[in-house]
């Protein structure tokens, strides 16, 4: 049911900016919902962030997958169970460029007898590094629209990722590496039973609509011609505020636009602020350094300790005549001293 509703969803969306540009929302779905989409993805995903960092951290209490480190004799894993500031970024940098976690993905298996194994699940770690990458390089190709002249870094990268150019216009890799990505993605959702069972709107609907971005794009690239000139021209009227819609930019560029506004107004209150989320969990920034570092809960309130002086002073007397041992004997009342 999610999987459906997130399919309707989409289309509703693409058949909205499709019957929106025949019908006088060309301004609109161009220049009003680019800005707005863009103002709220900026605002969200600080707000998020803001809102995470200025969450107190009451204790230590990063994941680890090593040996800790303790005396000088025993080797400990510096990256799986880092106790320094260096290690902790290394082990940042390994879980944000090359998801180290997810690479020591298991899963399970009951086997005949019954047995149960965990054996190593890298795909999901593969189809997940190569989605991300893709991403990120179709995102980079995407600045020769925004930006002139084009710099060449980015216009590097556009070339490596048509290196071995195919056909005319060149087939870039990362159109077809992305699409796989995706398509192994929803179906891991929709025939791992454990995983589907636990899917909701929010798992199915940015999978859906990412594979409608991409899909539009490379529609328009390799197969519905599109007025490039004028795309770009569109493109840079909005960074330099001042927009205009040519006239030959056509529908399927509009439902393109539409689903990647969509995609930056949904991002920063759904599943994919992980990638701001990473940096501000705890259990990836904080080395785990509790055998040398005392940690105190900043929620505590400041204690009031009555020590055995303070309790021995007001209860002196009475501890005296009950034979209790004290430190220090009672003062003899003023008429017996003379």
Known sequence: MAAFLSI??????????????????????????PYAAVAIFVLGFVYRVLDWAKSPVPFSIPTTGGQQKSFDWIPWNRLDNPATKAGTVGRM???????????????????PGPKVSYPSAKWLWLFALLFHYSFLTIFIRHFRFFLEPVPFLISGIETLDGLFQIGAPRLYQTDIVILAALLFLLGRRFFNSKVNYISLLGDYFPLFLIIGICSTGI??????????????????????????????????????LALVCTLLI???????????????????????????????????????????????????EAMFEAGIRVDKLPEAPAAETE
């Open 93 to 111: 940098l390994l879980e944000v460029l090359l998801f180290r976690s997810l690479f020591r993905n298991n899963t399970f298996k009951v086997h």
């Open 266 to 316: 949904y991002f920063p209150f759904s599943k994919l602020m992980h990638m701001g989320g990473v940096f501000m969990s705890p259990t990836r920034n904080m080395p785990n350094n509790t055998r040398f570092v005392r940690h105190e809960n900043p929620w505590n309130p400041p204690a009031k300790y009555h020590t055995y002086e303070a309790y021995e002073d007001d209860f002196r």
């Open 8 to 33: 309707i969803i989409v289309i509703a969306l693409g058949a909205g900016a499709y019957y929106g540009a025949g019908s006088g929302l060309r301004y609109f779905l161009g220049a009003v919902l």
């Open 219 to 256: 529609w328009m690239r390799y197969f519905g011609k599109t007025d490039i000139a004028a795309v770009k021209e569109l493109t840079m009227g909005l960074v330099t505020f001042a927009p205009i819609i040519p006239e030959s930019v056509g529908a399927i560029f509009f439902i393109h």
